[in-house]
């Protein structure tokens, strides 16, 4: 469908076939998977990308079961399509993603025009300060304390796990990157970030195992390509899942790096165990309640 011409609104179909992310992809190896996606189109110019609006016409026979008059009357549309997501999404070169529920709480990037699965939780910042917060174990205590969980796999929930997370002064994520852009805590932060990503990335997809080669579409994510079969056996065992199984040194010593400079933004001692790391938490965000400098809620203390 991306590569064939001839629609009559003479739009390419990459205009409504999307690359697709689920939570398999970030915690397994990536499939390369596509999504149709009409976003908010009417029938008529949905109908004007051949190929792809042939392809979904089974939707049409699966809604028209359903008890909801807009299952049929928008059948060719996502139901809950995030809007406020696409809009914010919009200009950025890069996102932060994790997996709803997952054994690890891992944090990856994806880029536009990627659209990701109700299953991924998805954060519209850019910038390595924020994504080292995120990744670092001062988050993970939290998110692990404050989210659910499903059997022997956390559940992150936004409402609990992040909005209820106290971020360090001046570099929270109301605050624009290019506000903390010279702050030497976020640079800090930021350098440790970068070294983790591209660390997990070369171990995840060895040059020696891989080609990387452009999609058919301008613009759209490179595919990882295998160089052999033997390289695509070593591969299937490659994923964010196994390495942090196995937690080799170097993971340890990149994640007490970022660990430390994540602490130090917040003026804390480290290491802490997670009960005193818990117990800072709590009181930073009591304090700025009571305060009226943030929103954040407890209801309990963790």
Same mark, same amino acid.
């Given at each position: 469908?991306?590569?064939?011409?001839?629609?009559?609104?003479?739009?390419?179909?990459?205009?409504?076939?999307?690359?697709?992310?689920?939570?398999?992809?970030?915690?397994?190896?990536?499939?390369?998977?596509?999504?149709?996606?009409?976003?908010?189109?009417?029938?008529?110019?949905?109908?004007?990308?051949? +190929?792809?609006?042939?392809?979904?016409?089974?939707?049409?026979?699966?809604?028209?079961?359903?008890?909801?008059?807009?299952?049929?009357?928008?059948?060719?549309?996502?139901?809950?399509?995030?809007?406020?997501?696409?809009?914010?999404?919009?200009? =950025?070169?890069?996102?932060?993603?994790?997996?709803?529920? +997952?054994?690890?709480?891992?944090?990856?990037?994806?880029?536009?025009?990627?659209?990701?699965?109700?299953?991924?939780? *998805?954060?519209?910042?850019?910038?390595?300060?924020?994504?080292?917060?995120?990744?670092?174990?001062?988050?993970?205590?939290?998110? =692990?304390?404050?989210?659910?969980? =499903?059997?022997?796999?956390?559940?992150?929930?936004?409402?609990?796990?992040?909005?209820?997370?106290?971020?360090?002064?001046?570099?929270?994520?109301?605050?624009?990157?290019?506000?903390?852009?010279?702050?030497?805590?976020?640079?800090?932060?930021?350098?440790?970030?970068?070294?983790?990503?591209?660390?997990?990335?070369?171990?995840?997809?060895?040059?020696?195992?891989?080609?990387?080669?452009?999609?058919?579409?301008?613009?759209?994510?490179?595919?990882?390509?295998?160089?052999?079969?033997?390289?695509?056996?070593?591969?299937?065992?490659?994923?964010?899942?196994?390495?942090?199984?196995?937690?080799?040194?170097?993971? *340890?010593?990149?994640?007490?790096? =970022?660990?430390?400079?994540?602490?130090?933004?917040?003026?804390?001692?480290?290491?802490?165990?997670?009960?005193?790391?818990?117990?800072?938490?709590?009181?930073?965000?009591?304090?700025?309640?009571?305060?009226?400098?943030?929103?954040?809620?407890?209801?309990?203390?963790?």
């Amino acid at each position: 469908m991306l590569q064939a011409v001839g629609n009559p609104n003479l739009r390419p179909n990459s205009d409504v076939v999307v690359p697709y992310l689920v939570a398999d992809d970030i915690t397994g190896r990536p499939m390369d998977r596509f999504i149709v996606d009409f976003r908010s189109m009417s029938s008529a110019e949905a109908a004007s990308y051949e +190929a792809p609006f042939a392809y979904i016409a089974p939707v049409r026979q699966h809604r028209a079961a359903m008890s909801q008059p807009e299952a049929l009357e928008t059948w060719w549309m996502h139901w809950r399509s995030r809007p406020e997501m696409r809009e914010a999404l919009a200009t =950025l070169p890069r996102f932060v993603c994790t997996p709803r529920v +997952a054994k690890h709480r891992v944090f990856v990037w994806a880029r536009p025009p990627m659209l990701a699965d109700n299953a991924v939780v *998805v954060f519209a910042r850019s910038d390595d300060t924020f994504f080292g917060i995120l990744h670092s174990a001062i988050h993970a205590v939290w998110s =692990l304390r404050m989210g659910t969980a =499903l059997e022997d796999r956390p559940r992150y929930t936004s409402t609990t796990s992040f909005q209820t997370f106290p971020f360090p002064s001046g570099l929270a994520p109301n605050v624009a990157a290019a506000d903390y852009a010279q702050d030497s805590r976020a640079v800090r932060i930021a350098e440790s970030a970068k070294r983790l990503n591209q660390l997990r990335e070369n171990w995840l997809n060895p040059p020696e195992l891989v080609n990387w080669v452009p999609d058919v579409v301008p613009g759209f994510p490179d595919r990882i390509v295998p160089k052999s079969d033997s390289a695509e056996r070593e591969l299937r065992k490659r994923t964010l899942t196994r390495l942090y199984n196995a937690r080799p040194q170097w993971l *340890v010593n990149t994640h007490a790096e =970022l660990d430390e400079a994540v602490a130090a933004a917040y003026g804390l001692p480290w290491p802490l165990s997670a009960q005193e790391t818990l117990d800072r938490l709590f009181e930073l965000n009591q304090s700025r309640v009571a305060t009226s400098k943030s929103p954040m809620v407890v209801m309990e203390e963790p």
